[in-house]
């Protein structure tokens, strides 16, 4: 055989990169010796592939998923994803011709449109190179691959401190004085860079096999030299959700002034975590948590732990002071003196656990807050703009919504215009704004399968569409049961909305045409990559403040890639939604939704631009299979019948536009674009 299997996703596999022809066909060669067979399964080639580590199981979602890019940065070919950090997704890389694996974190390149957020993260970049210390994770190298900016940092093969006393509970004592001390000394070389760390959390250090830890993610480190001030804080309030569990009391209302006994403050909260297998705080809502943080004691670590040494539990405690001057000085302090502690528990000279006090009951460490104290302080923290008063509906649970999802955390819902429904939100380390879109699975799990395969396919069309005249998506995310989009700020309105508010509810045929235009542009670009948009109407095109129009809401777009969509789209014969609105509904899209074509997206492109330069809809009827039969079998007046100012060369683009033949209309947008230059 000298070419591989008729199978998409043989082509899809050569057009990444990922392995070349040659040695495709070489290993289905084998395979068919093997097998004595020339019809190798897809399946069979799949596991010889993965089984000989020529491309990762992540490689290979991707691979089956259709997407055939998005592998490679620089000299680096990207394996899995490792994680997100502050300032981007972290993956495990592998250099091409070394074969040396790193951790390669990408800023997303859509951000670049902010130089802020360019900025912080070469902030990161040189605040991590400038640490050299065996317990901190190290920064190789900082590039950029046209619009990717990476930074490339040492792969360390280890568990997170998180997931350790997740899966083994609690740790012995010795383990625990031997990841603070070392956890200290990294922070402590940290702070002597002027660093402050500020996320200090035991999903923040790791510990290899061999017991060596690891102080990870600078995201959201900041400087404390004067000259590099402005660029760390120039994208606004720092972010407390997320870190509430290990927050000193003083970095929730002030994070722009801390010193480095925040970092201690935090760790100390960590070495609780490692001692009791418990947050220091794990009752009561956010607010309520926030609060104790403020003026509570945790629950004795002898409640969980009687025979726990009285030196040590001692040293969690100063740690964890309230006020940074009862503390430690300096994190360099914490380490002496749990190392000197070590080495006497070590050699059974430390205080016998005898000494401890009398053990109380935990219900007795944890008093509840006063309600006035902790609504006082959410109404302070909204003053100060840390949280909106949609996230203290949420806090305090009159919102069912979620506060964060993954980066992103919600700040307010959108009650008007065509986003109803939505949120609007920001990146948590970033704080650029974005726009959210919520899809929550509910119901039988059949319809969740559905729901999920549905999304999965709008996304997959979304991430895609990359084009100055399409809303910009950032990311898709799913936790638990609700899956999420975010894409870029929408100011602006819809053009149904400025319609709405339009003098005879039209524009004039100039203005018409510019708006038009661009989303045609837009269009094409969807047309290029074959994708039908299949609802474009006035309500899925936004026209910006600036003036820039662009295309939305690509929830019913369907893309030459369906055959590798979730079967969950065609086991249950679940029948699809076939359009938005029957308004501005192609004939042989109305009647058939496999049917739907690119020119039946320039059909509905036309009859929004009839009603823009009319003020009314192309066919007006009571029902709408009144409406769709009027598509198919009515010839539209002249726009210039409703306005004598559409002259008669725009009517004959329009009713061309609206032919009820599709091969009689424009192919694509970019030929409606091309048309409307001359008008707009």
């Given at each position: 055989?000298?070419?591989?299997?008729?199978?998409?996703?043989?082509?899809?596999?050569?057009?990444?990169?990922?392995?070349?022809?040659?040695?495709?066909?070489?290993?289905?060669?084998?395979?068919?010796r093997?097998?004595?067979?020339?019809?190798?399964?897809?399946?069979?080639?799949?596991?010889?592939?993965?089984?000989?580590?020529?491309?990762?199981?992540?490689q290979?979602?991707?691979?089956?998923?259709?997407?055939?890019?998005?592998?490679?940065?620089?000299?680096?070919?990207?394996?899995?994803?490792?994680?997100?950090?502050?300032?981007?997704?972290?993956?495990?890389?592998e250099?091409?011709?070394?074969?040396?694996?790193?951790a390669?974190?990408?800023?997303?390149?859509?951000?670049?449109?902010?130089?802020?957020?360019?900025?912080?993260?070469?902030?990161?970049?040189?605040?991590?190179?400038?640490?050299?210390?065996?317990?901190?994770?190290?920064?190789?190298?900082?590039?950029?691959?046209?619009a990717?900016?990476?930074?490339?940092?040492?792969?360390?093969?280890?568990?997170?401190?998180q997931?350790?006393?997740?899966?083994?509970?609690p740790?012995?004592?010795?383990?625990?004085?031997?990841?603070?001390?070392?956890?200290?000394?990294?922070?402590?070389?940290?702070?002597?860079?002027?660093m402050i760390?500020?996320?200090?959390?035991?999903?923040?250090?790791?510990?290899?096999?061999?017991?060596?830890?690891?102080?990870?993610?600078?995201?959201?480190?900041?400087?404390?030299?004067?000259e590099?001030?402005?660029?760390?804080?120039?994208?606004?309030?720092?972010?407390?959700?997320?870190?509430?569990?290990?927050?000193?009391?003083?970095?929730?209302?002030?994070?722009?002034?801390?010193?480095?006994?925040?970092?201690?403050?935090?760790?100390?909260?960590?070495?609780?975590?490692?001692?009791?297998?418990?947050?220091?705080?794990?009752?009561?809502?956010?607010?309520?948590?926030?609060?104790?943080?403020?003026?509570?004691?945790?629950?004795?670590?002898?409640?969980?732990?009687p025979?726990?040494?009285?030196?040590?539990?001692?040293?969690?405690?100063?740690?964890?002071?309230?006020?940074?001057?009862?503390?430690?000085?300096?994190?360099?302090?914490?380490?002496?003196?749990?190392?000197?502690?070590?080495?006497?528990?070590?050699?059974?000279?430390?205080?016998?656990?005898?000494?401890?006090?009398q053990?109380?009951?935990?219900?007795?460490?944890?008093?509840?807050?006063?309600?006035?104290?902790?609504?006082?302080?959410?109404?302070?923290?909204?003053?100060?703009?840390?949280?909106?008063?949609?996230?203290?509906?949420i806090?305090?649970?009159?919102?069912?919504?979620?506060?964060?999802?993954?980066?992103?955390?919600?700040?307010?819902?959108?009650?008007?215009?065509?986003?109803?429904?939505?949120?609007?939100?920001?990146?948590?380390?970033?704080?650029?704004?974005?726009t959210?879109?919520?899809?929550?699975?509910?119901?039988?799990?059949?319809?969740?399968?559905?729901?999920?395969?549905?999304?999965?396919?709008?996304?997959?069309?979304?991430?895609?569409?990359?084009?100055?005249?399409?809303?910009?998506?950032?990311?898709?995310?799913?936790?638990?049961?609700?899956?999420?989009?975010?894409f870029?700020?929408?100011?602006?309105?819809?053009?149904?909305?400025?319609?709405?508010?339009?003098?005879?509810?039209?524009?004039?045929?100039?203005?018409?045409?510019?708006?038009?235009?661009?989303?045609?542009?837009?269009?094409?670009?969807?047309?290029?990559?074959?994708?039908?948009?299949?609802?474009?109407?006035?309500?899925?095109?936004?026209?910006?403040?600036?003036?820039?129009?662009?295309?939305?809401?690509?929830?019913l777009?369907?893309?030459?890639?369906?055959?590798?969509?979730?079967?969950?789209?065609?086991?249950?014969?679940?029948?699809?939604?076939?359009?938005?609105?029957?308004?501005?509904?192609?004939?042989e899209?109305?009647?058939?939704?496999?049917?739907?074509?690119?020119?039946?997206?320039?059909?509905?492109?036309?009859?929004?631009?009839?009603?823009?330069?009319?003020?009314?809809?192309?066919f007006?009827?009571?029902?709408?299979?009144?409406?769709?039969?009027?598509?198919?079998?009515?010839?539209?007046?002249?726009?210039?019948?409703?306005?004598?100012?559409?002259?008669?060369?725009?009517?004959?683009?329009?009713?061309?536009?609206m032919?009820?033949?599709?091969?009689?209309r424009?192919?694509?947008?970019?030929?409606?674009?091309?048309?409307?230059?001359?008008?707009?």
């Amino acid at each position: 055989m000298n070419q591989p299997p008729s199978d998409p996703y043989f082509d899809v596999l050569l057009r990444s990169g990922l392995i070349n022809r040659g040695k495709l066909m070489q290993i289905i060669s084998e395979l068919e010796r093997e097998t004595g067979t020339e019809a190798v399964d897809k399946a069979v080639v799949e596991k010889r592939l993965l089984d000989g580590r020529l491309i990762t199981s992540w490689q290979n979602d991707k691979i089956r998923q259709g997407k055939f890019t998005g592998f490679f940065v620089g000299k680096y070919k990207l394996l899995r994803p490792l994680g997100k950090g502050g300032m981007g997704a972290v993956y495990l890389a592998e250099h091409t011709s070394m074969q040396r694996q790193v951790a390669i974190k990408i800023l997303p390149p859509a951000l670049l449109e902010n130089r802020t957020y360019l900025i912080r993260f070469q902030q990161e970049a040189r605040a991590t190179a400038a640490l050299d210390h065996p317990n901190v994770v190290r920064a190789y190298d900082t590039d950029q691959d046209g619009a990717f900016h990476y930074l490339v940092m040492e792969f360390v093969e280890g568990q997170e401190l998180q997931k350790l006393v997740e899966k083994n509970g609690p740790l012995p004592y010795d383990d625990v004085a031997n990841y603070i001390t070392q956890a200290a000394r990294g922070l402590a070389h940290a702070h002597s860079r002027k660093m402050i760390h500020r996320d200090v959390k035991p999903a923040n250090i790791l510990v290899t096999p061999d017991g060596l830890v690891k102080v990870l993610d600078l995201g959201v480190a900041r400087i404390v030299d004067q000259e590099d001030r402005e660029s760390v804080t120039l994208a606004g309030n720092d972010d407390v959700i997320g870190t509430v569990d290990y927050i000193a009391p003083e970095q929730l209302l002030d994070s722009h002034h801390v010193d480095g006994r925040a970092d201690q403050y935090s760790l100390g909260c960590t070495m609780y975590f490692l001692l009791t297998g418990n947050r220091p705080f794990e009752q009561g809502s956010w607010a309520v948590r926030l609060m104790k943080h403020q003026n509570a004691e945790p629950p004795s670590i002898y409640d969980f732990r009687p025979d726990a040494p009285p030196e040590l539990v001692d040293i969690c405690r100063k740690m964890m002071a309230k006020k940074p001057d009862q503390r430690y000085e300096s994190a360099d302090a914490v380490a002496d003196t749990l190392s000197a502690w070590r080495e006497r528990f070590r050699q059974g000279k430390s205080a016998p656990a005898s000494a401890a006090p009398q053990v109380s009951a935990p219900a007795a460490a944890t008093s509840a807050v006063d309600p006035q104290a902790a609504a006082a302080l959410l109404a302070q923290l909204v003053a100060q703009s840390v949280l909106t008063p949609y996230q203290v509906e949420i806090l305090t649970g009159q919102s069912k919504d979620p506060l964060k999802l993954d980066d992103y955390q919600i700040i307010e819902r959108i009650t008007e215009g065509r986003l109803k429904g939505l949120f609007r939100g920001r990146h948590s380390d970033m704080k650029f704004p974005v726009t959210i879109k919520l899809v929550k699975l509910e119901g039988e799990p059949n319809e969740k399968k559905m729901q999920l395969a549905r999304f999965q396919r709008e996304a997959r069309i979304a991430v895609q569409a990359h084009h100055s005249h399409i809303i910009r998506t950032f990311e898709v995310g799913k936790a638990e049961d609700v899956c999420f989009l975010t894409f870029e700020e929408m100011q602006g309105e819809t053009l149904a909305e400025m319609l709405a508010k339009a003098s005879e509810r039209r524009l004039s045929p100039n203005e018409a045409c510019r708006i038009i235009r661009q989303a045609a542009l837009g269009l094409g670009h969807l047309h290029e990559m074959e994708i039908v948009h299949r609802n474009v109407s006035p309500d899925n095109i936004w026209v910006g403040k600036d003036g820039v129009t662009k295309l939305f809401d690509l929830s019913l777009a369907r893309d030459s890639l369906m055959h590798l969509d979730s079967p969950g789209l065609t086991e249950f014969k679940v029948p699809e939604t076939p359009w938005g609105s029957t308004k501005y509904l192609a004939p042989e899209h109305g009647f058939d939704t496999s049917a739907a074509t690119a020119a039946s997206d320039v059909y509905s492109l036309g009859c929004t631009l009839y009603q823009a330069v009319s003020g009314r809809i192309p066919f007006e009827a009571a029902t709408p299979a009144e409406q769709m039969m009027q598509h198919a079998a009515k010839l539209a007046d002249p726009p210039s019948r409703w306005n004598t100012a559409v002259s008669p060369a725009l009517d004959t683009v329009i009713l061309r536009m609206m032919s009820k033949l599709t091969a009689e209309r424009y192919a694509t947008g970019a030929d409606v674009a091309m048309v409307l230059q001359a008008f707009a």
